[in-house]
């Protein structure tokens, strides 16, 4: 079973896929991560991604991020372009590890842009993780030593979050620790005897 875990940025999707992660029998993607490493390694997407933004988008052979990041994150149409030449190629990367994980109870698919690339389609369970607008920003600025307006325009390239839930089978509302674990707690549980 696959379970897609999303949320908006600052909502902290990573600190509820590790707290998942402690569960025996369940393993983690963070597509976030596995797409940096691809476009690292995958002479196609480096071809492409230079083709569609220039010389400059690699540095030592390493994605230059923040050149990529100021260009995508103002301009959706950009964002889409290099969605459209990682994504493809993510979600094989993807099928492999699912195949490698048969054996688990469910794989937690961790995608802040999982609506928006249409990788829900891939997952039988939809899982959003919810913060406050303004607790998200603070904590990306502090996270990211982001300014405010950076941050903004991050959160303008994704789904609304109304939009996001109003698609999930569970909601975690992460605003404090204290009721977290007990969610996702009982969240594992329901899942856990789905699987079986």
Known sequence: MVVGLTGGIGSGKTTVANIFAKFKNVVIYFADFEAKKLMNASTTIKTKIIEQFGE????????????????VFKDKSKLAVLNSIVHPILKNHFQEFVKQHQ?????????????????????DIIISVYAPLSIRIERTMLRDGSTKTAVE?????????DKKLLQSNYIIQNINQDSLQSQIINIHNILTRKAV
């Not at 842009?113 to 389609?121: A, H, V």
């Open 153 to 161: 325009n991050r959160i303008k390239s994704q789904w609304l979050e």
């Open 56 to 71: 400059a988008s690699y540095k030592n052979n390493q994605l230059n991020r923040p050149f990529i990041s100021d260009i």
């Open 103 to 123: 054996d688990k109870h469910y794989i937690i698919y961790e995608n802040a842009i999982l609506f928006e690339t249409k990788s829900n389609l891939n997952c």
